[in-house]
């Protein structure tokens, strides 16, 4: 972390914090990140408050975050937290927990994406660019067990589309990106309780149970 990355192609280093309770995997990603001159590791900690204090003092663009970590404070509630303290910093899940429930938590708090930590060096790497970049990241196995979902026996939906308003496609592209309800009222210039009852309708009008399986469906019916 001596800040001697050479400057990318776009004229853009990708400052990044890393934040593990397990010293060989911080020093693991510190080694292989060091390998793209687009990625300069800044910083690390090994506990969430830590991260917390280091991502207020260093503000990172990019957070690796394990989603388990000791002290009682859940990867899931630091992301929210740092979503709060560090708004533009963009939050990449770093697990090796293949946990749908996991997933859609980690993205209702604000996760911008959720990789596994058998994921390739270049897989890693390209996840921080896009994560940097402000698109949505997750492992290709958990798209695929989400969208698997939907060819299940007994969970198959009407080939019908449900009829959508342009407002309603909003919230569901809103909803892609992990939009919390006030985000997407902020937007949409709606209350959050607003905000909370038109995700419910679209849910209802999806026949899903929740925001991943919504946004799921979405793709599959060509809404998105």
């Known amino acids: 972390m001596d800040g001697s990355a050479t400057m990318s192609a776009e004229g853009k280093i990708i400052r990044v914090l890393i934040?593990?309770?397990?010293?060989?995997?911080?020093?693991?990603?510190?080694?292989?990140?060091?390998?793209?001159?687009?990625?300069?590791?800044?910083?690390?900690?090994?506990?969430?408050?830590?991260g917390?204090?280091?991502?207020?003092?260093?503000?990172?663009?990019?957070v690796l975050l394990d989603i388990r970590m000791p002290g009682g404070v859940s990867g899931i509630e630091i992301t929210r937290q740092l979503r709060r303290q560090n708004p533009t910093a963009k939050i990449l899940i770093l697990t090796a927990y293949e946990d749908d429930e996991y997933l859609v938590q980690a993205l209702h708090a604000g996760a911008h994406g959720y990789l596994l930590k058998s994921a390739s060096h270049?897989?890693?790497?390209?996840?921080?660019?896009?994560?940097h970049a402000g698109r949505r990241v997750?492992?290709?196995?958990?798209?695929?067990?989400?969208?698997r979902q939907f060819d299940e026996p007994g969970?198959?939906?009407?080939?019908?589309?449900?009829?959508?308003?342009?407002?309603?496609?909003?919230?569901?592209?809103?909803l892609s990106?992990?939009?919390?309800?006030?985000?997407?009222?902020?937007?949409l210039s709606y209350s959050e309780a607003t905000a909370k009852?038109?995700?419910?309708?679209?849910?209802?009008?999806?026949?899903?149970q929740n925001r991943a399986q919504a946004v799921a469906e979405a793709m599959k019916r060509g809404l998105m």
Not at 138 to 145: A, M
């Open 19 to 50: 934040v593990d309770d397990h010293p060989v995997v911080r020093q693991g990603l510190q080694s292989l990140l060091s390998n793209f001159p687009d990625i300069l590791v800044i910083g690390e900690a090994d506990c969430c408050q830590g």
């Open 122 to 131: 270049e897989t890693l790497a390209e996840a921080i660019r896009d994560a």
């Open 155 to 174: 969970t198959q939906r009407e080939a019908s589309t449900p009829a959508l308003s342009e407002s309603e496609l909003e919230i569901l592209r809103l």
């Open 138 to 147: 997750l492992s290709p196995s958990l798209v695929d067990r989400v969208l």
């Open 52 to 62: 917390l204090e280091q991502a207020a003092l260093l503000q990172p663009d990019v």
């Open 177 to 187: 990106q992990g939009a919390t309800n006030r985000e997407i009222g902020d937007v």
């Open 197 to 208: 009852r038109k995700v419910g309708e679209i849910l209802s009008k999806l026949g899903v």
